[in-house]
């Protein structure tokens, strides 16, 4: 069984600060980890995704994570928040290893407000 | 890049009604879908994987009698809401993997979700 802890339902930063979302999985085989952004009323986009290979994935919009075994942690960050990165954040982990993504078990997500 | 429609985007019925929400999988063949339900403020619920010309797996506590689900081609899967109640009132969203030798090999992608209002 998998499942995924985002710790903070809601982060505010000022525009320009570092963004930090949290997010801790629990899995019993290697993982393939997974962040979302949704936009009100809208499906997700995909912003990066850790599968065995670098522990420092870089994503979209400047935004990258790191896969931490010892911490069971993926970690979203972002240096310099933009007003347009306000949005619901999901953390995911997938189901199956080796080649193949299976089911997508989602956090509980984390509401991104960033202030002028 | 990969593209997932979802018709109708949002659709508001009578209660006792049934409702279809087709996915389709615009410049790619989808042997998998998947389909969620969001309630507000809530995160994404898996529903049931469905597969290319085979039924449908719920996921537990799902009632498959209640949401039809059927995947006809490798480019549309539809969930219908049979006998729809105010309580199944949610954000549905589907999503589509891949089949194998395409770059992006198994990657899930979303479509933009069909809001569903039953009165």
């Known amino acids: 069984a998998q499942s995924v802890t985002q710790l903070g339902s809601h982060v505010s930063v000022s525009e320009g600060a570092l963004v930090l979302l949290r997010c801790n999985y629990s899995s019993s085989v290697p993982p393939y980890l997974f962040w979302y952004v949704q936009y009100p009323n809208q499906g997700l986009q995909l912003l990066l995704k850790?599968?065995?290979?670098?522990?420092l994935v870089k994503g979209i919009n400047g935004f990258e994570a790191e896969f931490k075994k010892s911490e069971t942690s993926f970690h979203l960050t972002k240096p310099s928040a933009h007003m347009s990165d306000a949005a619901e954040y999901f953390c995911a982990v997938s189901d199956a290893g080796g080649t193949s993504y299976g089911k997508l078990t989602f956090g509980q997500g984390t509401i991104l407000t960033v202030h002028p | 890049g990969a593209v997932v429609s979802q018709h109708p985007s949002w659709v508001i019925c009578k209660s006792g009604t049934s409702v279809k929400i087709e996915c389709r999988s615009l410049?790619?063949?989808?042997?998998?879908m998947f389909w969620y339900r969001q309630f507000p403020k809530q995160s994404l619920m898996l529903m049931a994987t469905s597969n290319e010309g085979s039924k449908a797996t719920y996921e537990q506590g799902v009632e498959k009698d209640k949401f039809l689900i059927n995947h006809a081609s490798l480019t549309l899967s539809t969930l219908t809401v049979t006998s729809a109640h105010p309580e199944d009132s949610s954000f549905y969203i589907c999503s589509a993997r891949a089949q194998p030798k395409r770059e992006g090999l198994y990657e899930q992608y979303f479509g933009p979700g069909t809001r569903l209002t039953v009165t």
């Open positions: 410049d790619f063949q989808a042997t998998t």
């Open positions: 850790y599968t065995s290979a670098a522990t």
